[in-house]
């Protein structure tokens, strides 16, 4: 389970309610283009940032009520003009993608925290604006809940982003656990490593039961993936600690096993 490529978008669930699927999927393929501006191939730096910055001018189009010619955001420009679906959550997505392609490091929790502000709680955001509940609670817990997804999405992946030259966890923290960054690329695992991740697994824990409520809030279809999404990424915190920490040598991934304790937490829940 993860959020990069945006996996959280529960895209074409059978979960989802049949009206939700085909906007879900409009907002995916608009954000996962965006997103592979940003990582993927062997751009230049500015090429990708030119890139970005071309999508943004897309939605100002939009936004004055153009269509643009390309299928995935002529596709965006009707279901805003059919839904009045936010642009701005967009904005912040291909903002952080823009952040992605110049920035490599987090001085601290409050910085990563801004990240996730626009690279992951906008698609919460989205898809409460698509199901019609977007008051002060449901967006603090859906926030909550990315945010968790996408943090938790960085524990799994420390190994994959240090060879990228990329450390998402904060620096400060690395510091107050006395683990030095190269650590991480050279997949040392001592105790402080494993106090640091156990605090971090702790954090993100919190986070995800204080969005929990939602799932149950929302009832239906909606509630169940959501149920679903909560209780994997807490799976996924269960097999972090399982392995004390050391996610180098091997990637903790849900197996069958563990999407049947998902699918019978989200229906107990």
Known sequence: MGVDHYENFPVASIVLPARLR??????????????????????????????????????????AGD????????????????????????????DAFMQDV?????????????????SANPVGR????????????ALAQSD???TALQRINFLQDVAIDAAKGRIYLPLDALARFQVDPADLAAGRVTPQWRALMHAQIAQERARMQFGAPLGRALGGRIGLELR????????????IAAVDGDVFRRRP???????LRVGARALVA
Do not use: K, M, S
Request: proline share 5%; glycine share 6%; hydrophobic share 45%.
């Open 22 to 63: 085909g906007p879900v999927a409009t907002i995916y393929r608009v954000a996962r283009e965006a997103d592979d501006l940003a990582d993927e191939g062997d751009a230049t730096a500015e090429a990708r940032l030119d890139a970005l910055r071309e999508r943004l001018r897309r939605l100002d189009a939009i936004a």
């Open 67 to 94: 269509t643009p010619p390309q299928p995935n955001w002529r596709a965006l420009a009707q279901l805003h003009q059919a839904t009045g679906v936010p642009l701005d959550p967009i904005r912040d997505l291909i």
């Open 102 to 118: 110049t920035v490599t490091r987090y001085a601290t929790d409050a910085d990563v925290l801004d990240y996730c502000r626009r």
């Open 126 to 137: 989205l898809l409460l604006h698509l199901f019609g509940r977007t008051d002060a609670t």
């Open 144 to 146: 909550a809940i990315c």
């Open 228 to 239: 679903l999404v909560v209780a994997g990424g807490l799976r996924v915190l269960d097999r």
């Open 253 to 259: 991934v849900l197996g069958a096993t563990d999407w």
